[in-house]
């Protein structure tokens, strides 16, 4: 697998379903999230790039964590923490907090929160050219919303937050399901989740990972719930 060209500062790596990206400014790089098989993203990048490269973990499960070996310090928001596997506590956390910036170099990339998938996923902004980098709470996919430490409630907020910064957003490139996708999907995602949550919508049962769980086909997503 080859990176993929979005511009010529930004690229993503296709990783068996679940993708990451690669956003270079004019001082240092930045790998979002590490993919889920490979475990050599930072070697992948310097394929790209010979600036430094750091990375964010947009959450931390664990298609998000593949190569954070490869790092001795990881941006995240600290929400997420207790979603980290216990192999990373050595590494060193840059916290991340709803509203932070951070700057690559002529290159601002502004930190959203959206809790909810899981208690400290965060999307990044970039500032200069409305792209999002959602993670996995704003896709066409499948969002799996079961287990511990997913919360349905929590996610709608999320996502009526987000719609502040809707004329900013220009594409949204997640990291599963197709992309890039339009903003408008965002009001789609909460009305359908928001119907999910009143029992308006009848769930078909599904077998992930040996777990029977309910999913709800919202029409522009499939929520996998409890």
């Known amino acids: 697998m080859d990176w993929i060209k979005i511009d010529d500062n930004t690229y993503l790596y296709e990783d068996c379903g679940v993708r990451f990206f690669l956003l270079i400014g ?12 490979v475990r050599n993203a930072k070697e992948l990048a310097l394929s790209i790039t010979d600036k430094e490269i750091k990375l964010f ?15 001795d310090e990881i941006y995240m928001n600290p929400a997420e923490l207790i979603n980290y596997s216990k192999p ?31 208690p400290g996923s965060t999307a990044l902004l970039d500032k200069r050219s409305g792209m999002l980098f959602s993670g996995d709470p704003i896709q066409d996919g499948r969002i799996f919303m079961f287990g511990p430490m997913r919360d349905l409630s929590a996610y709608i907020l999320s996502l009526n937050r987000l719609l502040k910064y809707k004329d900013e957003i220009s594409q949204i490139y997640p990291c599963h399901g197709t992309y890039p996708l339009d903003s408008s999907i965002i009001d789609k ?38």
Do not use: W
């Not at 004019?26 to 098989?37: F, V």
């Open 26 to 37: 004019r001082e240092y790089a930045l790998l979002i999230d590490s993919g889920m098989q």
């Open 57 to 71: 973990n947009t959450h931390t499960d664990p298609d998000h964590i593949g190569s954070n070996e490869e790092f």
């Open 88 to 118: 990373y506590s050595s590494k060193s956390i840059l916290p991340v907090y709803d509203g932070d910036i951070i700057d690559l170099g002529e290159r601002e990339l502004l930190a959203i929160a959206l809790p909810g998938h899981t």
């Open 189 to 226: 995602l909460i009305e359908g989740a928001q119907r999910v949550e009143k029992c308006e919508i009848s769930a078909k049962q599904a077998e992930v990972f040996g777990k029977m769980i309910n999913a709800y086909d919202i029409g522009v997503a499939t929520l996998l719930c409890d």
